[in-house]
């Protein structure tokens, strides 16, 4: 029984399937896939969710390639995006984001395009770093991003460069990120190096060469319908609408309890894999893992994105690359970050034809209020500051008489993220779960961390684990034993 609809939920689910076990899903809401989703908007297709994958490994493309998808990887445009940064004059503060390092951190600070955005102070005091003795920063539990940055390069660097990265890639405050989390292997480097800087120019070496990230001509959510369709194929059971309201033992197996409709469901599995988000999961495993309650997750902000399909010829030339990220402190600008989509996917370009642009403008960082973010703001309130925002951080006038086409879409609780001593909470949890039974297993973006390669490759060791605890469990025929009106089923 897989709990959870979303990417985990999907891919847990094939990985078990793969291992010969027969599997029921159930996602409480209509659809599957989670934050991955796409509709029509203008006549083109567009993901609503997320619209790229890390290429730091080679997990996403190798899953797209088993699901015949390989052949539509793309890699994105190459003028790289910019960063707006406050300023009294807006058009002369933004800047072209380098990229000599990662999340922002720079290999070089004497570079002429890191003194373009921290200026000449900033990367002299940045430069300490490779003086400085390491200390107990590389070794030391509970470092945030923040204060590794803060430390060794100084205020210029974090809050010009690293923050507005952490805050479109994680929408985060780096202070609240555990840096183990988010860049594995970058304090260790460091403390071998000698410095952050060459620690980042030597994780940024180690990567793939290529982008950074890809996607798929007609977008991610075809990752999700793939998935879908070759689950039903393989004889899954997906179920949409069914609320999961409670997990029991029973025997040596359990029994879910769920609500459809006017029915409730008893529903016996020899296995269980909870694939919901953070604070759904705990409240399910609570009453037969009582401990795990003391680990339930703060609430998550949501984000939401505002999707503008205008025709403005002067935006061919790209003003901004392919996109704007924007550091805290830009008056007169609420959005986090834009999207500049056909700038950005050639595949969209072409359809959308000269002229024509998708500007895709995201609001909500962590610490936002839903006020903030959106989230009870009017659908055209939230209109009329995405298309101000989109004007401003592209240099380019944009009226109403240019817009073709826009829609929100508002992800709630969207945005978990890795906080100083995640990974210590993530080892409490995984063995209090490891100690009540080899048969059931979690996972989910709040343990694994942001991105679809995280969420990816925990899902796929969850599932490999629980089906290798199921080839020593006697199985039997999962009855479900309804309550009220409805047909009944085997799992």
Known sequence: MVVGGGISGLVAARTLLQ?????????????????????MLGGLQLDSGAESFSTRSATVPALADELGLGGRIVSPDASGAWVQLPGKDLRASAQPLPTSGVLGIPADPSDPAIIAVIGRAGALRASLDRVLPVGPLATRSKVSLGELVRTRMGDEVLNRLVAPVAGGVFSADPDDLDVDSVAPGLRATMARLGSLGAAAGALRTAAPAGAAVGGLVGGMAQLRDALVQELRASGADLRTGEQVTAISSSGAGWTVTTE??????????????????????????????????????DPVPGVALVTLIVDVPELDARPRGTGVLVARGVQGVAAKALTHATAKWAWLRDEAGPGSHVLRLSFGRVGDTPADVGLVTPDDVLYRHALADASTLLGVPIHDADVLDWDVVRWAGALPHASVGHRERVGRIRALVAGRSASLAVTGGWLAGTGLVSVIDDARARATALADALDDVPVETAAETPTGDGPVGQV
């Open 19 to 39: 291992r010969g076990v027969h599997v029921t899903l159930l996602e409480r809401s209509g659809r599957f896939g989670g934050t991955v989703d796409g509709r």
């Open 260 to 297: 459809h409709s006017t029915l409730t469901r008893h529903i016996r599995a020899d296995g269980i894999l909870v694939a919901t988000e953070g604070r759904a999961a705990v409240d399910l495993l609570a009453p037969v893992i009582p401990a795990i309650a003391t680990e339930r997750p």
